[in-house]
């Protein structure tokens, strides 16, 4: 294992030697990713790991969070310094619904004002011009995208999509409208479009984008389609031959249910029930890879958080995890009937310098990624939002709210906390070394 700072000085070597050209530098060079059982493996062979923090996009502005702090190169900056090679970027359908409807309300001066209001809305607008001067008051939802996918390529960062709401807002509350397919937001036929839509355009515009994440944390509605492994075969499939045709070099990432907290019927090639009582009474299908087009580009993704503040002892800890799905990496399980990539694709906590060591999540994590060795994606880069909405509470909305889980500080031009980053983001990195 290379010491730190050796590390840090042939990290800057190989900045210093790659120069990127004026134009955008197509570093897509270990492009396409597929897999190969267990692993995820680039267009060289070998093995690709995701060690990413989310970036979120999908909040009722629709466009990537923190420009009101910072340039989007600066933002984009941060993920390298990390020692990250990716980012899970998040986006709402409503933003490709906008762009069906052809809406006036999709350039960034009326995302920002309706968001925030008249008074606020055209000092954050300011502030997002000053820091990015490339945009205008007329630059587009999408134009912003694109400008952070460009740049992202620029300093060689993988952009794994992630599809995390249909209404944009806050994700993720039980019925809230998002949750469930059929569910008050969730239009599956926009949904479907929308994916169509955005993954044409990912692979024609963006020039590291490798990966779709079909749909963030499925989680129980009172009011939608039966919540069952039978309503989430057919829709999830769906969406994942929309994503194909559409960009047919993608990784599609699969998420399980209960916000997704587990997924093992898949790899345990479980029958996959529909619900009795409802229209999927007696309804079954089964999850058999061979009979997909996109056979080799299934990946599982899991999320795991700490809300119950474990102490268990970490060999406890991973063995309640691993059977929430982690048998899909363990060919010699015998109940494994289908192995597949995963990747925890949300885990995090507070970065206050001493929650890392106050359960024994963090440690077990680590763990849990070294035994079994999956990519992972840390919960967030973000220092602070341009408003969050929260259902049922009050205030409803708060503009400017701190994010004490991100990784950077409130103005995005610091690490938070760096000792947090020293004992659980290096880590996970040095656990997949
Ligand atoms: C544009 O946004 C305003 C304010 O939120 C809303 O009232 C209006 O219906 C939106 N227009 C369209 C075409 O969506
Ligand atoms: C507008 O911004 C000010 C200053 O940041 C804040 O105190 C106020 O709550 C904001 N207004 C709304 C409607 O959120
Ligand atoms: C579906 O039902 C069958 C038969 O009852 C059962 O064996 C199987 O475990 C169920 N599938 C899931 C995912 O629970
Ligand atoms: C489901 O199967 C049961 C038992 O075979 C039958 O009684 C019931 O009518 C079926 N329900 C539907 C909706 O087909
Ligand atoms: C994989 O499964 C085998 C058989 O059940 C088990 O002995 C082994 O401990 C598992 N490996 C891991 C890393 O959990
Ligand atoms: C960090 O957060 C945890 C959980 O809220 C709390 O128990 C702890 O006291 C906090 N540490 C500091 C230094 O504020
Ligand atoms: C929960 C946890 O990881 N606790 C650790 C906190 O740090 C001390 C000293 O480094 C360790 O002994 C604990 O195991």
Same mark, same amino acid.
């Given at each position: 294992?290379?010491?730190?700072? @050796? ?23 270990? @492009? ?17 790991? #995701?060690?990413?923090?989310?970036? *979120?996009? $999908? ?6 969070? +923190? @420009? ?79 400008? !952070? ?29 998002? +949750?469930?397919?059929?569910?008050? #937001? ?14 044409? $355009? ?30 989430? #075969?057919? $829709? ?7 994503? $194909? ?97 995963? !990747? ?41 939002? #341009? ?19 991100? @990784? ?6 610091? !690490?938070?906390? *760096? ?15």
């Amino acid at each position: 294992m290379l010491s730190k700072t @050796l590390s840090k000085i042939l990290l800057f070597v190989s900045i210093a030697y790659a120069i990127p050209s004026p134009k955008t530098r197509r570093d897509d060079s270990i @492009l396409p990713f597929s897999t190969e059982g267990r692993d995820i493996v680039d267009s060289n062979g070998n093995v690709f790991q #995701y060690k990413a923090t989310n970036w *979120p996009g $999908h909040q009722e502005i629709m466009i990537p969070e +923190g @420009l009101q702090h910072a340039s989007v190169a600066d933002i984009v900056s941060w993920i390298p310094k990390f020692g990250l090679n990716s980012v899970r970027l998040t986006f709402a359908i409503e933003m490709v619904d906008d762009i069906y409807s052809n809406s006036p309300n999709q350039t960034l001066e009326k995302s920002v004002i309706n968001a925030l209001g008249q008074e606020n809305g055209t000092i954050v607008l300011q502030q997002i011009l000053d820091n990015n001067p490339e945009f205008t008051k007329e630059t587009t939802r999408l134009e912003v995208f694109d400008a !952070v996918a460009k740049e992202l390529a620029n300093q060689g960062v993988i952009v794994h999509l992630d599809n995390h709401v249909s209404k944009a807002f806050w994700c993720c509350g039980e019925n809230d409208g998002n +949750g469930w397919f059929g569910e008050k #937001y969730f239009d599956v036929e926009n949904w479907i479009r929308g994916w169509s839509f955005i993954a044409k $355009h990912a692979k024609e515009n963006w020039p590291t984008f490798a990966s779709a994440g079909l749909r963030n944390e499925l989680r129980n509605a009172a009011s939608a389609e039966p919540v069952d492994w039978y309503t989430w #075969y057919v $829709h999830m499939t769906a969406a994942a031959d929309a994503v $194909h045709e559409a960009a047919p070099d993608a990784l599609l990432f699969f998420s399980g249910l209960s916000y997704d907290t587990y997924i093992d019927p898949i790899p345990l090639g479980k029958t996959l029930n529909g619900t009795a009582g409802t229209s999927t009474a007696n309804k079954s299908a089964k999850f058999v890879p061979s009979n997909f087009p996109w056979n080799d580009k299934i990946v599982l993704e899991i999320h795991k958080y700490d809300f119950e503040a474990t102490q268990d002892p970490c060999p406890t800890f991973k063995s309640k995890w691993y059977k929430q799905g982690f048998q899909a990496v363990n060919a010699s399980d015998p109940q494994t009937e289908y192995t597949f990539p995963m !990747v925890i694709t949300e885990w995090g906590f507070i970065q206050n310098g001493t929650y890392w060591n106050q359960t024994t999540y963090n440690r077990c994590l680590i763990e849990m990624v070294e035994d079994y060795q999956v990519g992972w994606m840390q919960w967030e880069l973000s220092g602070s939002f #341009y408003l969050q909405t929260r259902l049922g509470r009050t205030p409803a909305t708060i503009q400017g709210l701190e994010e004490f889980w991100g @990784l950077l500080n409130y103005n995005w031009n610091d !690490v938070r906390s *760096p000792v947090t980053v020293e004992n659980s983001l290096d880590k996970l990195i040095q656990a997949l070394d």
